[in-house]
C-alpha cells in the first residue's frame, strides 16, 4: 500500500510552505517499490494525478535535436501541441485553449508562467533558464477526472545540478558559463564533505547592452505600446541547487530567486525593481525499511500587464500565494488492477488591482481591487485494468470549491490499446475550471464553474519509415469561456460578455533520421477555437489555426560540428481594432487578424567537443546564429516595411493611429559553453 501525504502552510503574506511525505510499502508480490529521484520529481503537489508516471524529456536530449539554446522556453515550444503568442515564451497554447488554461510547476511548485515581462514580446524570457534546468514534460493526455483547473495541459519542469563533466570528474569542482551577445549565465557546481554532497550556484544577467541585441532599433515599438509598469529594463536571475547526504537521509533544495526592472516611460513616473522568488527542499529518508519523501516549498509572483489604447493605459498586477494538505492512497494494488484514491484541501490566497494610468493629465484612476481567500476540498480516485495489450481507467475527481456548496465531480475514461508498432490512446470526460485570477473575476464570478468536455484519440509509433511519430486529434466544448470586458482598457472579465466555445484540432510530430548524418524533427498543429454567440460562430481571441516548426540537422562525418535550419511559419493573433464609436472609445465588433502571418527561419552552426578527459577542460562548445534570415531585407532599408517583420499585435497612440508591435528582425548571436575543472 502505498500513502502520500502532502501538506503546506502560509508563513507570511508571500512566501508558502509545503509538506510533503510519501510512504512506499511493498507490492502484492514481497518486492520493495523504492521511487527514485526522477520518479519523485514527477509528483504533482498540487493537482490530483493518476498512478501513472509523468514522461519526462531530458532537456540535453532535446538540445540535441534543436540545437543549443539559450532559453527554456525555447525547449518547451518545440515540445508537440505547443503553440505559442509569437515570441512570446509563456503565453502557451495547447490543445486550442488559451494562456489561461495550462498551468506550470517548478520543483513541484505551482506557479504562474515562471517568466520575466510576461507576454511582453520578446522581453519575455523564462526565468528557469537552461543551466538550472535537467527535464521537462508537457502533459496533454489523461487531463479529464485528473486534474481540475486545468483545460489545456500542464508544463512541469525539473530543476537539477548540470553539470558538464563527466561521472569520473563528479568529485570535482566545476565552473560553467554560457556566454553570448543576448545573455551571460554562470555556474559553480562543487561537492562537499565525503563527495557525496553537490550544491551548484547559477546567476543570469540582462544588461541594456543585452536588451538592444534583443530588440533593436525597434525598442521605440515597445517603449511607446507596453506601458503598463514602463519599459523592461535589465534583470537578473539568481538559482540555488543543492544534494546532500545527512547519514541515511539525501536532500535535494532549489531556490529561485529574481529581480525585473520597469523603466519609467514619463517625467516623475518612478522606475519600478520586483523581486520574486520560489524555493523548495525536498528530503528522502528510509523509516523502518519505508522509504518516505518531505518537501518545503513556495513561491511568490507578480503578474502585470498593460497596453495602450491611445492616452488610456491600463495597470493590472496579481499576487498569488497558497497553501494546501493532500493524501494519496494506492488502496489496491494486485497483478491486474490499481485503484488509487487522494484527497487534497487547499488553501489560495491572491490579490489584485486593475487601475488606469491616463497619460494626458500624469494621474491613476482608482479601479477594481480584490483580496480574496479561498478553500478547495477535492477527492480523487483512479482505477486501471492491465490487460496483455490493453489498458483502462476510469478518473474521478470532485469535491467543493471556494465554498461549501460549489460542488463538482469530474469523470474521465481512456482506453490504450497496443496494435504494433501502433500504441492507439482513446480518452474522454470532463474537466471543471473557474475563471483565472490574472482576470481579477470579482467573488460572486469567482465561484462560477467552467465545465470543459472533451474527446480524443493519440496515436503514437507510426508505422512511418525511420521515424518517431505521433497523431493526436480532439474536440472539446465549453459550456463558459471567460472575456476581457468589452470596455477599452478594462482589463478584467466580464461575465456578462462571456461565450461557449468549440475547439477541434490534430497534432502531428515526426522525428525521422535520413541518414547517420541528417535529421529532421518536425510538428505541425490545426485546430479552430470559436466563440459561439448570437446563434453563431466567431473567432476566438486567443485562436491560431495553424503551425508548422520544423528543424533539419546536418553533421557531418568529418566533423564535431552540426548545422541546424529551423522554420517556424504560423497564422497571425486574432484581434479587435480600436475606435470612437457614438463617442465612446471601444472596440469593433469583428475579429481582424495580425499580418503577416508569423514566419521565421534561423540558421544555426554548432561545434561540439568532448574533452571529458582533459585535465581542466570538462566542456566547450561553440555557435553562431544567423535568426529570421527573412527580414534579411532591412538591412537595405531606410524605413520599417511591415510586410517583412514580424508583428507581436497592435496598440494604439493618442491620436488612436494604430501602431505595429514588432517581435523580431534579423540579427546574429555568437554563443558559448564551457566547463571547467577545478
Not at 84 to 101: A, N
Request: proline share 5%; charged share 20%; hydrophobic share 35%.
Amino acid at each position: 500500500m502505498n500513502f502520500f501525504l502532502h501538506a503546506s502552510l502560509t508563513i507570511s503574506k508571500s512566501i508558502t510552505i509545503f509538506a510533503t511525505c510519501m510512504i512506499v510499502s511493498t507490492n502484492a508480490s514481497g518486492q520493495e517499490k523504492s521511487p527514485d529521484s526522477s520518479s519523485i520529481q514527477n509528483l504533482d503537489p498540487i493537482t490530483v494525478r493518476a498512478p501513472e508516471k509523468t514522461e519526462m524529456v531530458s532537456v540535453e536530449k532535446s538540445e540535441q535535436v534543436i540545437g543549443l539554446e539559450e532559453d527554456i522556453s525555447d525547449l518547451i515550444f518545440s515540445q508537440p501541441g505547443i503553440k505559442r503568442v509569437p515570441e512570446s515564451g509563456s503565453s502557451l497554447l495547447i490543445r486550442g485553449e488559451g494562456p489561461y488554461d495550462c498551468q506550470f510547476f517548478v520543483h513541484s511548485i505551482a506557479v504562474l508562467p515562471p517568466s520575466h515581462y510576461i507576454g511582453v514580446g520578446q522581453f519575455d524570457r523564462s526565468s528557469t533558464f537552461i543551466s538550472s534546468m535537467k527535464t521537462l514534460s508537457v502533459i496533454t493526455e489523461k487531463i479529464p477526472g485528473r486534474f481540475y483547473n486545468t483545460s489545456g495541459g500542464c508544463i512541469m519542469l525539473g530543476p537539477d545540478i548540470g553539470r558538464f563533466a563527466s561521472k569520473k570528474l563528479l568529485k570535482r569542482s566545476e565552473i560553467s558559463g554560457h556566454i553570448s551577445l543576448r545573455t551571460i549565465d554562470l555556474s559553480l557546481s562543487s561537492p562537499f564533505r565525503r563527495r557525496q554532497d553537490f550544491y551548484q550556484i547559477s546567476t543570469r544577467f540582462i544588461s541594456p547592452i543585452h536588451l538592444n541585441m534583443l530588440v533593436g532599433r525597434y525598442w521605440e515599438t515597445f517603449y511607446k505600446g507596453y506601458l503598463g509598469r514602463g519599459c523592461p529594463g535589465p534583470y537578473t536571475d539568481f538559482v540555488f541547487t543543492g544534494q546532500t547526504r545527512l547519514g541515511s537521509r539525501s536532500v535535494r533544495e532549489f531556490l529561485s530567486f529574481s529581480v525585473d526592472s520597469y523603466l519609467s516611460t514619463y517625467p516623475g513616473v518612478r522606475d519600478t525593481v520586483l523581486p520574486w522568488a520560489i524555493a523548495s527542499v525536498n528530503l528522502f529518508d528510509t523509516l523502518s525499511g519505508i522509504p518516505f519523501q518531505l518537501t518545503t516549498g513556495g513561491a511568490t509572483q507578480y503578474y502585470f500587464e498593460g497596453k495602450r489604447y491611445g492616452s488610456i493605459v491600463p495597470l493590472r498586477s496579481i499576487n498569488r500565494t497558497d497553501a494546501s494538505i493532500r493524501c494519496q492512497a494506492q488502496v489496491v494494488e494486485t497483478d491486474n488492477s490499481t485503484l488509487s484514491v487522494a484527497v487534497q484541501s487547499q488553501r489560495l490566497l491572491w490579490r489584485g488591482k486593475s487601475q488606469l494610468f491616463e497619460i494626458n493629465t500624469m494621474r491613476i484612476i482608482p479601479g477594481l481591487s480584490i483580496r480574496r481567500r479561498e478553500l478547495d476540498v477535492i477527492l480523487q480516485s483512479s482505477l486501471t485494468r492491465f490487460g496483455q495489450s490493453h489498458t483502462y481507467g476510469i478518473n474521478l475527481i470532485g469535491g467543493c470549491l471556494n465554498q461549501p456548496l460549489n460542488l463538482f465531480c469530474d469523470p474521465g475514461v481512456w482506453f490504450e490499446k497496443t496494435l504494433s508498432p501502433i500504441t492507439l490512446l482513446v480518452e474522454g470526460g470532463v474537466t471543471t475550471s473557474q475563471p483565472d485570477i490574472r482576470g481579477l473575476p470579482e467573488d460572486a464570478y469567482r465561484e462560477k464553474q467552467i465545465k470543459t468536455t472533451s474527446l480524443s484519440v493519440n496515436m503514437k509509433n507510426l508505422p512511418l519509415p525511420a521515424s518517431t511519430s505521433s497523431l493526436g486529434m480532439y474536440g472539446k466544448w465549453k459550456n463558459h469561456c471567460p472575456k476581457f470586458s468589452r470596455q477599452v482598457a478594462q482589463s478584467y472579465w466580464d461575465p456578462m460578455a462571456a461565450t461557449p466555445l468549440a475547439v477541434a484540432g490534430c497534432d502531428l510530430s515526426v522525428h525521422t533520421e535520413f541518414t547517420s548524418t541528417v535529421s529532421a524533427q518536425s510538428m505541425a498543429s490545426f485546430s479552430r477555437s470559436l466563440r459561439y454567440l448570437d446563434g453563431g460562430f466567431t473567432t476566438y481571441e486567443w485562436d491560431i489555426p495553424w503551425l508548422v516548426n520544423s528543424t533539419l540537422a546536418y553533421s557531418p562525418n568529418y566533423s564535431n560540428s552540426v548545422w541546424y535550419i529551423t522554420a517556424v511559419f504560423a497564422a497571425g493573433l486574432p484581434y479587435f481594432d480600436v475606435g470612437m464609436h457614438d463617442g465612446i472609445l471601444s472596440f469593433d465588433s469583428k475579429t481582424k487578424r495580425v499580418k503577416p502571418w508569423y514566419r521565421r527561419i534561423d540558421v544555426k552552426w554548432q561545434v561540439n567537443n568532448d574533452v571529458t578527459g582533459h585535465r581542466f577542460f570538462t566542456r566547450y562548445e561553440g555557435y553562431v546564429e544567423f535568426a529570421n534570415l527573412i527580414s534579411l531585407t532591412q538591412l537595405f532599408q531606410m524605413r520599417i516595411d511591415q510586410n517583412i517583420f514580424n508583428v507581436q499585435e497592435y496598440f494604439w497612440d493618442s491620436n488612436l493611429q494604430k501602431r505595429s508591435i514588432l517581435c523580431d528582425y534579423f540579427s546574429i548571436n555568437l554563443g558559448i559553453r564551457v566547463g571547467f575543472r577545478l
